[in-house]
């Protein structure tokens, strides 16, 4: 079967017209967003609810974070990826099964209804991390659409997947917020270049495939612009698989943290790497046990 998003062939770069739907069902599968906010999401490729979580449920989750990046023996896990050229942790991968804090959020139906309308489906986790950028040394994360790797290096097959970023920190415009490209979501960029073996353990420090050329991305930016997701902590940025995206390094003294989910259809599930690519492991993309996440059960208050 033809591949409609092909990508790091023999052939150039190229801009293709998505196929794919950006709200599944009409967003009628859950009644998470109102119309507007759904809209806004369809347009743009990205929704930002500020201070969606409260200042202590904020505050717990910043204190687990800093107990995964302070537990030796999670930092010699194969899933805590360091800085390149440092043993600094940069992001903690399958935190939502090191942490039943962060598992507890993952099913939490401010976020998992939100994904269950937008995507027309139940749904799984694909991946989850912890992201870090400390002061005066995070380091930049490269343009790039999710969805092409994912494609690529997982044979995710569509674009029924999203990304959800919880700010733990204030995000400002000084260090090294998330920068999206509005609109982005709708075209895909098929990238130059063969993904040489075992590129996750390259790129998850530093992205060299899978990345626009620059006339590609300035095409896209000359379109929609880039907005710089700027918001206190405890609001969430939802962004489509197939939004551009990318974020600079972090000189201020303030860090940047967030826990970050990637919410993917249970009907999307994936199917073998193209090209002959070795499947990426568990934590970085999910394919075993696969089964839709249970909702949060919220306690009800009890009657006066």
Not at 80 to 99: K, Q, Y
Not at 172 to 198: K, R
Request: proline fraction near 7%; charge should be negative; hydrophobic fraction near 35%.
């Amino acid at each position: 079967m033809q591949d409609i998003y092909p990508s790091r062939t023999d052939r150039g770069s190229a801009i293709l017209a998505r196929q794919d739907p950006v709200v599944y069902g009409d967003g009628q599968f859950a009644d998470a967003l109102n119309s507007e906010q759904l809209g806004s999401y369809e347009k743009n490729g990205f929704l930002v609810i500020r201070e969606l979580f409260s200042d202590d449920e904020t505050l717990a989750l910043c204190d687990e974070v800093q107990r995964l990046l302070a537990d030796r023996d999670i930092a010699s896990l194969e899933e805590a990826i360091t800085e390149p050229g440092s043993d600094a942790v940069r992001s903690v991968f399958r935190v939502h099964e090191l942490s039943e804090r962060i598992d507890a959020l993952s099913r939490d139906p401010r976020l998992l209804d939100v994904a269950r309308q937008i995507l027309g489906s139940e749904v799984y986790i694909h991946q989850s991390r912890v992201n870090y950028k400390p002061g005066f040394k995070g380091k930049e994360f490269y343009w790039h659409s999710d969805f092409e790797t994912w494609h690529v290096e997982d044979g995710m097959p569509t674009m029924r997947a999203l990304s959800c970023s919880v700010l733990l920190t204030d995000n400002n415009a000084c260090n090294g917020p998330l920068m999206l490209v509005p609109g982005s979501h709708t075209q895909f960029i098929s990238c130059e270049g063969e993904t040489p073996d075992d590129h996750y353990k390259e790129s998850l420090k530093k992205q060299e495939y899978g990345v626009p050329d620059p006339l590609s991305l300035k095409l896209l930016v000359d379109q929609g612009g880039i907005e710089a997701v700027t918001a206190p902590a405890g609001s969430v940025v939802f962004f489509d698989c197939n939004t551009m995206h990318g974020s600079s390094g972090n000189i201020s003294p303030w860090p940047r943290a967030n826990v970050f989910m990637v919410y993917n259809s249970i009907e999307n599930t994936l199917n073998p790497p193209k090209y002959g690519l070795d499947p990426r492991p568990e934590y970085i993309a999910r394919r075993q046990n696969v089964t839709p996440l249970a909702p949060l059960e919220v306690a009800k208050a009890s009657p006066a």
